[in-house]
């Protein structure tokens, strides 16, 4: 019950085509309603929103907001490590 997808469906490829859990989903259906209502509201809105994001984020891993960043996906949340090594 925590995603949508049909039951008699079994998703191996889940990491191009995946599923979001229903509350991921929820609310990313109520920011694209608020964005409709008012787009310059809630793109002023953005900012604010990703730093108390990002603060809450810290504190759940024990960071400091600093240390956090959002990426696009996970290759790309992977690929700022990697390439950062010395080889």
Do not use: C
């Not at 609310?27 to 608020?34: K, P, V, W």
């Not at 008012?38 to 990703?50: A, C, E, S, T």
């Amino acid at each position: 019950d925590f995603y949508n997808i049909d039951p008699t469906f079994t998703l191996f490829n889940n990491g191009s085509v995946g599923t979001v859990p229903r509350p991921v989903l929820e609310a990313l259906i109520g920011f694209e309603q608020e964005m409709e209502v008012h787009p310059g509201k809630f793109f002023g809105l953005i900012g604010p929103r990703m730093t108390e994001a990002r603060a809450q984020v810290a504190e759940y891993l024990g960071a400091t907001p600093s240390n956090v960043t959002f990426v696009t996906n996970a290759t790309t949340g992977l690929n700022f490590p990697i390439r950062s090594l010395q080889l």
